[in-house]
């Protein structure tokens, strides 16, 4: 099997959605509140490698060997393989890569109200 994984999304705030109406309910609060929407990924279904481009991701022998690398040496590393795994089993995750505190802790409020 040669699956991608997630590389390490430097700058991107990462969560989990429940519900299949979960991100379009956010991407619709978001764009609300002015977050331009090239600042918003989701990781979801079929289009979900995209996605993943975009957070850098990678497959083969050479992402195992460097993903086994910063698994052993990053201490966020586990959490990307918990948003591999919902991916998998059907939930989308919404990655946010928002320059602005302000901003971000805004749409982390958001994320939090629709149960992120």
Not at 10 to 34: E, F, H, N, Q, Y
Not at 54 to 80: E, K, N, V
Not at 82 to 88: G, H
Not at 97 to 105: E, H, S
Request: charged share 20%.
């Amino acid at each position: 099997m040669n699956r991608r994984l997630i590389g390490y999304p430097s700058g991107w705030t990462l969560a989990v959605l429940d519900g299949p109406d979960a991100p379009d309910r956010i991407v619709s609060d978001l764009s609300a509140m002015g977050v331009p929407m090239s600042d918003v990924v989701i990781l979801s279904g079929s289009d979900a490698s995209d996605g993943l481009n975009r957070l850098g991701s990678s497959a083969g022998l050479a992402a195992r060997i460097r993903r086994t690398m910063q698994f052993m040496t990053m201490d966020q590393m586990p959490d990307l393989h918990v948003y591999e795994l919902a991916v998998e089993q059907g939930h989308a995750v919404i990655g946010l890569k928002l320059g602005d505190a302000g901003t971000r802790r805004s749409a982390i409020g958001v994320l939090v109200r629709h149960g992120a």
